[in-house]
């Protein structure tokens, strides 16, 4: 599975970001899905994940209320919709692919990864 994300940019707090994933090279209906982001000097930090079969959703403490994890098999994409940005969200935004069924918060259970995309959140 190759993932592509996109969506990353500027923009100033408080405003609003929607990260895509597309994959390709397989379908994605198998897979659960997270996001992940990574701002420099710290460790990857788990943002968001949806199951494969029922969607079921969760979320990091830090984003939770504001981000939105959504998945369309049909369009091999899933998507975070970002709200409320805040300028500590400033990071390398990363999707992962999971064979696993269940909701995925860890970073090793994922098998595939996309290149990330960057979001800067200005103040």
């Known amino acids: 599975v190759q993932l592509q994300a996109s969506g990353g940019g500027l923009v100033q707090a408080g405003g609003s970001l929607r990260l895509s994933c597309a994959a390709s090279?397989?379908?994605?209906?198998?897979?659960?899905m997270g996001w992940f982001r990574q701002a420099p000097g710290k460790e990857r930090e788990f943002v968001a994940t949806i199951s494969s079969s029922t969607y079921r959703t969760s979320y990091g403490n830090s984003v939770k209320g504001r981000f939105t994890i959504s998945r369309d098999n049909a369009k091999n994409t899933v998507y975070l919709l970002m709200n409320s940005l805040k300028p500590e969200d400033t990071a390398r935004y990363y999707c992962?692919?999971?064979?696993?069924?269940?909701?995925?918060?860890?970073?090793?259970?994922?098998?595939?990864w996309g290149q990330g995309t960057q979001v800067t959140v200005s103040s």
């Open positions: 992962a692919a999971s064979g696993m069924y269940s909701l995925v918060v860890m970073s090793s259970d994922y098998d595939y």
């Open positions: 090279g397989r379908t994605l209906s198998s897979y659960s």
